[in-house]
């Protein structure tokens, strides 16, 4: 790598990577004035992720003083939300046995209010493409995700392909907005009815951890649906979904935990350019006595340096 002056080099460092600290420590300079780049422009040089979205933040920064005056405008509803759970508590009847073969509804999409549980984002939210989506109630009353896909890439250099939307569930909260996690142990089937178009579409079932490196922990499954005006009820085990995390599939496969689901969410992002329209009725949860699967993927023991733990 041919060396460079100084000045130069550090403008191409501030405009290409987004951690200025750990490019200060790279910008030494030998006798001469000039400096040699080790590399330029790219967060994977970083051994913690400080950011769950990974660099994608969206909120709104406020002041303290904010801060203070809407904790105290939702005291109330966190009180009686506490009250419930010290009552749950205390009741202590949880449910033990699932039925087999009864559907339990965890999201059913027959009211305007309960779509107000999940939220869309697309490649234009964050200028990296032209795609549009949005998440409303259809001509049925049901819930639709729809909107158009476009695979046109942004010509600033920076993006390579473009082309997805996604709908995911907002993270489930304890009073006093602790972050909690949905229960699915006494379940082994994810059930949908679905009205499609024929598409297909990415279930996505995020188990996000405490450390940073599951984070981005997700586990999918291809939903294949028809095309046409009749409903159809897809059913898909949980030992089916495979581990991947930032879209890539990982070497080390495992079945994800039950009792740590954090989100749920489906996208679309199959590269054809166009409109898309799947109408959900609702999701639900099933236990199937018959299926005695546990993963349905291989997981070889293999050496440290093949591949990653």
């Not at 909120?59 to 749950?88: A, P």
């Not at 993270?171 to 178009?197: E, M, P, Q």
């Not at 940073?212 to 030992?239: C, E, M």
Request: aromatic share 14%; hydrophobic share 30%; net charge positive.
């Amino acid at each position: 790598m041919a060396l460079c002056k100084l000045n130069t080099f550090i403008n191409v460092i501030r405009h290409n990577t987004p951690n200025p600290i750990l490019c200060k420590s790279l910008t030494k300079t030998n006798s001469v004035g000039y400096c040699k780049p080790l590399l330029v422009g790219s967060q994977r040089w970083l051994f913690h992720e400080s950011s769950r979205k990974g660099g994608y933040e969206t909120e709104h920064k406020i002041s303290n003083f904010q801060h203070l005056k809407n904790g105290f405008k939702e005291l109330k509803d966190e009180l009686k939300l506490f009250k419930e759970e010290v009552k749950e508590l205390i009741i202590t009847d949880p449910l033990l046995v699932a039925r087999p073969g009864e559907t339990d509804m965890i999201w059913c999409f027959n009211e305007p209010s309960k779509l107000e549980s999940f939220t869309t984002t697309c490649d234009s939210d964050h200028n990296e493409g032209f795609s549009k989506c949005s998440f409303d109630m259809s001509s049925a009353g049901r819930g639709l995700f729809h909107g158009y896909l476009d695979t046109r890439v942004p010509k600033d250099g920076r993006i390579k392909k473009a082309g997805y939307c996604a709908m995911r569930s907002k993270r489930v909260r304890k009073s006093f907005k602790r972050a909690g996690t949905y229960d699915w142990h006494l379940y082994n089937t994810l059930v949908l009815k679905i009205r499609g178009d024929g598409r297909s579409y990415l279930l996505n079932i995020s188990c996000e951890g405490f450390y940073d490196i599951t984070w981005n922990d997700i586990y999918h499954y291809v939903l294949y649906t028809r095309g046409g005006p009749y409903w159809q009820i897809a059913k898909i085990p949980f030992s089916k979904f495979v581990l991947g995390s930032k879209g890539r599939l990982q070497d080390k496969q495992t079945r994800f935990r039950f009792d740590r689901v954090t989100h749920f969410g489906i996208s679309c992002g199959d590269k054809i350019v166009g409109n898309f329209d799947l109408e959900i009725e609702y999701i639900g949860l099933e236990f199937d006595p018959t299926h005695n699967e546990e993963f349905a993927y291989e997981m070889y023991k293999t050496d440290k340096y093949i591949v990653g733990v």
